[in-house]
């Protein structure tokens, strides 16, 4: 499927939506739907929405991490073993 293929009007899904499903599906790459000529959704396969959500947690993770240290929030290596051996401690006495 082209770039230009990746775009659709919503007139082409209301006519042909098991073939769009199709189409995503078989090469996993999304389309963009228009409506009066803009840009309202993107239809994607679900491997491919898993494969970016997970990478969306992933961002958030290195955003959370990279705004602690720019704050400070951040601790040494012994510190984090210590705090890590007692979590594994509770951990065990709880389980």
Excluded: C
Aim: hydrophobic share 35%.
């Amino acid at each position: 499927m082209s770039q230009r293929e990746s775009v659709k009007p919503i007139t082409y899904l209301k006519n042909n939506a098991a073939e769009l499903v199709r189409e995503v599906n078989e090469n996993g790459r999304t389309v963009t739907i228009t409506q009066n000529g803009e840009a309202k959704v993107v239809v994607m396969d679900v491997d491919t929405y898993d494969h970016w959500r997970s990478a969306l947690a992933l961002m958030k993770l290195l955003a959370q991490g990279e705004a602690d240290v720019q704050t400070g929030r951040t601790y040494g290596s012994e510190e984090t073993f210590k705090r890590a051996r007692k979590a594994i401690k509770r951990s065990n006495q709880n389980g």
